[in-house]
């Protein structure tokens, strides 16, 4: 018989749409499912996904009924149902959002599961969503749900503790990085940039794409290259070509996070002008790729980035800024290779080795509790 203690993990969206919040539970599992019994719950959101699946570390169960969009509201309810059969002594929802409300209805289906939420979201400060009081009700009812709250950076942790959480609740436990996935060797491609973001407004793509010519006038030869799709790609389309400057801009379809991390090691610069961001994993591989980095001082990015010491941190909504910092660090050889070396050093505390031993220390700790 299996002695192992029973964990289940609430990810909304596990494969095929893994995003850099789904990088934690994948990680999770990957190293500590041989140590646990671990069910990952997730929405099916398509037909042809099976509702269960037996991998080599852990049990996958998707609930719904196969549709991207009734999947996501049937989520937190079909979520903790599944999970209230199976009877778990802990749950770990990740993110603030669908899973968060998986987490919620676990309190009343199942209050025996130790409850923990890892707070993720970045993007669920825009002033319009503060307005709503539906919204602002359910991020109270999933910050006060779980036993306790890991948070990626400060800035969520503080978010919550502004929201009534006790601090003592909450414990900051960033993302990381898997660098075993670096490659070593892949030749620079001399002045060009690399854009890591989705092109939607959050990631301040059209303040990006605004930028660029200010940086051709000082580097005609420069290119800009971007990776993955986005809501805002049609109207980023015509701004590049309102612009006139399709001939140095290159937006690519989204590739696997392999080919992904290739296009960093071919950048002499990666940038971000994040008007969200819950920490920022895209930095953090990027400087253990060894490419400097130019990123806002919004949400999580400054525990990432230290400016002038591994990175530049520039004002958010500002292309004069990020022209100004892409020129700098592309006119500046000897500052952009004194930042990267320095990343080299601090981005190892976000090696997911290390990370993913704080969440086992906090599973022994309750699964060592008398739950009853």
Not at 300 to 310: A, H, K, L, R
Not at 316 to 334: C, R, V, Y
């Amino acid at each position: 018989m299996d002695t192992k203690k029973k964990i289940v993990l609430f990810s909304a969206f596990y494969e095929p749409f893994m995003s850099g919040a789904e990088q934690q539970p994948r990680e999770i599992v990957k190293r500590l499912g041989k140590k646990y019994a671990i069910f990952l719950i997730a929405a099916r959101v398509d037909k042809n996904l099976a509702r269960l699946e037996m991998r080599d570390n852990f049990t996958l169960v998707r609930v719904g009924v196969g549709h991207p969009v009734i999947d996501k509201i049937l989520y937190p309810l079909a979520a903790a149902f599944k999970a209230r059969r199976l009877k778990p002594a802990v749950a770990h929802a990740n993110l603030e959002s669908y899973a968060g409300l998986a987490l919620v209805c676990l309190k009343i289906l199942y209050p025996k599961a130790k409850r923990i939420l890892t707070l993720q979201s970045g993007n669920i400060d825009d002033p319009r969503q503060k307005k709503n009081f539906i919204i602002k009700f359910f991020w109270h009812a999933i910050n006060f749900s779980p036993h306790v709250i890991t948070a990626i950076s400060r800035f969520l942790a503080k978010r919550s503790i502004d929201m009534g959480v006790p601090k003592e609740k909450i414990i900051i436990i960033p993302n990381g990085a898997d660098f075993s996935e670096i490659p070593e060797k892949i030749e620079r491609s001399r002045n060009q940039v690399f854009f890591a973001g989705r092109l939607s407004w959050e990631k301040g793509a059209d303040y990006m794409i605004n930028a660029w010519p200010k940086v051709l006038r000082k580097f005609p030869e420069a290119k800009l290259v971007q990776v993955g799709d986005g809501p805002m790609r049609e109207e980023l389309l015509k701004l590049i070509k309102k612009l006139g400057i399709g001939n140095s801009v290159e937006l690519k379809p989204t590739r696997p996070h392999s080919e992904y991390i290739k296009e960093f090691k071919k950048a002499e610069i990666m940038v971000c002008p994040s008007l969200a961001e819950g920490l920022g994993i895209a930095f953090i591989e990027a400087q253990a790729c060894g490419v400097p980095v130019i990123g806002t001082n919004v949400g999580g990015i400054p525990d990432v980035i230290q400016d002038g010491e591994n990175g530049l941190l520039i004002e958010p909504k500002n292309s004069d800024a990020i022209a100004g910092a892409i020129i700098k660090l592309l006119s500046d050889k000897e500052l952009a290779n004194r930042l990267s070396s320095r990343a080299l050093e601090t981005v190892k505390k976000f090696d997911w080795e290390n990370i993913i031993k704080q969440f086992d220390g906090i599973y022994q700790n309750y699964l060592d509790e008398e739950i009853y």
